[in-house]
């Protein structure tokens, strides 16, 4: 069975958005180990000590490598789509997810922006039911604000209608 496409993906530069931050994390992580390495030498802590870090160190290591190969498969597996009676998203690596949306739940719409994202002029659309919140990560910014106020347009005039 052939998979279905949903009509939008993110932005282009979501691998390499991803690739940084996840590069900016494992570097402040990295360098706490190192502090740790240190003060388990200088203190002469027990063995055990030493053992659980090099565990950590190994599993650091691993998702570092694991980083650069992520960012490419969500971004290959991430669509989302909208009308005026639903917000579709498709998402997952391993595990495939799709989720529907209808226009009357959604309670909330809000974008957001750190540093990395304002450098390459994307946003994150957050959308929030009464039960759950949803994520599309990494649109282009112009995109982002517009899909912002169509979902909010879309949620205003069903929840009207239904008056």
């Known amino acids: ?3 279905i496409k949903l ?3 993110l932005s ?3 691998p390499k958005i991803k690739i ?3 590069t900016i994390g494992n570097i402040i992580t990295l360098i ?3 502090i740790l390495f240190y003060l388990d030498y200088s203190f002469n802590w027990p ?3 030493f053992w659980v870090l090099l565990v950590i160190l190994v599993i650091t290591i691993v998702g570092f490598i694991w980083s650069f190969i992520q960012p490419k498969l969500e ?3 991430w669509s989302y789509q909208y009308n005026h009676e639903y917000l579709q998203l498709k998402f997952g690596v391993i595990k495939k997810q799709w989720v529907t949306i209808p226009m009357t739940k959604i309670q909330a719409v809000s974008t957001t922006q750190g540093p990395v994202m304002k450098r390459f002029n ?3 659309i957050k959308v929030q039911t009464m039960g759950s919140e949803h994520i599309i990560p990494l649109l282009e910014e112009d995109v982002a604000l517009r899909l912002r106020e169509i979902i909010a347009d879309f949620a205003r005039l069903q929840e009207v209608d239904d008056e």
């Open 1 to 3: 069975m052939a998979e």
């Open 7 to 9: 009509e939008y993906n």
């Open 12 to 14: 282009p530069s979501y």
């Open 20 to 22: 940084i931050t996840d």
């Open 32 to 34: 706490v180990l190192g």
């Open 47 to 49: 063995a055990w000590v």
């Open 75 to 77: 971004y290959n597996n």
């Open 122 to 124: 994307v946003r994150s």
